[in-house]
Every structure is written in C-alpha cells, then in structure tokens.
C-alpha cells in the first residue's frame, strides 16, 4: 500500500507514541549533520514537507537543515525518506539518492510492514526565507512506484507560515475528485483485498436536500484491467441505477490536471474523465466516462 501525503484535519487521528520517538531520533540524526556543515550552510531545505514551513515545535519540526540525510513525507513517521547521499549542494540544483519507507498500516503505521524502494530525491530553486537562502522545491521520484511521486514547493499559506504543495501541472494524489463541470465523481479504493477507480457520471448530480434523478453511467476498473460499466436511465427502477453517493465536496481537477494514485492514473476534459491502469498486468488498460456514456481503453 501506498501512502501520500494529506493535510486534511482529522485524516490521521493519532500519533502513536513508538512513531513520535522514531520521528525523533530520524529527525535528530538529520539535524546533527546539519550541524557539522562548514562552508554550503549558505543554503537550507526544511525536511518536514508535511508540516507549514516554518514550523512550530513540538507540533512540527520543520527547521532548516544542509544535506539532511531523512525527509518526512508524512509528519507520523509512516513514511519518510531516508539514508538520502547527496551528490550536490549549494547550486541551483541538489541532488540524492535515498530509500522511500512507507508503513502500510496494517494493522496501525507504527507496526505496520514496511515498503522500502530506492529513489531520486532533487530540490531546487534557492530563493530567500525566514532570513535563510532556501531550496523552495523538491521532486521524490520512485521508479518502482511512479504512483507516489512528488513535485512541491514552498508557496505562501497565511502570516509568515508557508507549506509544500504540488506546483502546476504536476499530478495530484488524491483518492477522490469531480470533473471541472462537477458532472463526473471518481473514488480510487485502496483497501485489503479491493483496489479500483470507480468513475460516476450524473446528469443531475445529488446536491445539499435534493436528489432530482437524471441520466447516470459508471464505471469500476480493476487493476488487472478488467472494466465494469453501467447505464441508468430514470424511466428504470432506481434499485437498478448506478450509484447511490456522491461528494460535492471533493477536489475538482482543472481541465487537463491529472491525478495519479494507487495503480491509476485519470486525467480531466472539461466535461470528461479518463482514467488507465498505470503499473502491473493490466498497464495501459481503462476508460473514458463522458454525458454519453464510458468507452473502454482496451
């Protein structure tokens, strides 16, 4: 399983204490090499990208550092980067290899099995902050798992706090999203034993206190590429129709965003959403789900 990362209130409701001391320790053993930097202390990256910049202890660690050797993608230590070796520092340009190290979770983060994959970890554009000349951007490239990749920078937040969100037209990675017309709703699963997009297209999409039927087509892609479509029309029973939910309030992608997550990549039209298996046997495999109705990618 694949974790990215999410700042939303109440999506990780605790901190368990045996990752808040491996936090710690990952964090102290990259500020110590901090510490001994002689003459590229001119240039700093904060390493907590999960947290605002700078940040607040005890809540956030988020200090300025040279070469640090662990980043947190995650501020609970489930995922981090670490043992990064850099082959660069101070130029417009830095550059590592480390190992990605994700918890799935199972059965909490802090026991959890532990994915590690080599990657390519490259910041860049020095600009000045709090007093310091900063590396705002990093890109974490994962060759085994392009679904995790990331490309931030540093962007104002509020007040003198900054955070790391993804720059333009690089992919997003959420698990739920609407089309730009707000017509099409697309849940990607990742669970034990049940990984999948699912794509909804409603001619009148449920809002607050109504539910007015319309027209609906779906679609649900498994990761082996097998694809399952269904066409409604409000003249059938509505046991049959194609779906019961929907989330108004979920990301809307721009025309031409793409979203990559799990083993799915989608991408938005202005009034269409395509959606294909990214990695393993059913590679290349999808569909596309419009006011028409879902054609298969084959």
Known sequence: MFWVRSRRAGERLFLLATALLATSAWLSAGSADAGGARASAQVVFYADVANLVPGTPPYSKAVPSVRPNLVLMFQDGSWVIEKLHWSSWG???????????????????????????????????PRHLFG????????????????????????????????????AGAPLH???????????????????????????????????????????????????????????QPSQPGVDACDQNWD???????????????????????TAITCKVDTGTGTGKGFTITSTGVTPIP
């Open 91 to 125: 130029g417009p340009v830095a550059r590592a290899t480390g190992i990605s190290s994700a918890s799935n979770c199972q059965p909490n983060c802090a026991q959890g099995k532990r994915r590690n994959d080599p990657v390519q970890f490259v910041i860049s554009q």
């Open 132 to 167: 310091h000349t900063v590396y705002a951007c990093y890109q974490l490239t994962d060759p085994k798992a392009p679904q995790t990749d990331q490309h931030d920078c540093l962007k104002h937040a509020y007040g003198s706090q900054y955070t790391y969100s993804p720059v």
């Open 248 to 270: 108004p309030s979920a990301t809307v992608l721009k025309s031409g965003e793409v979203d990559v997550i799990y083993q799915y990549r989608c991408q938005a039209a202005s």
């Open 174 to 232: 959420v698990s739920s999203f609407l089309s730009p017309d707000r017509k099409i709703w697309c849940v990607l699963e990742n669970s034990p034993g049940l990984r999948e997009a699912d794509c909804l297209y409603a001619a009148n999409p449920p809002t607050a206190g109504q539910n007015a039927p319309g027209q609906e087509y779906a679609a649900t892609l498994h990761q082996n590429g097998q694809l399952v479509t269904c066409a409604w």
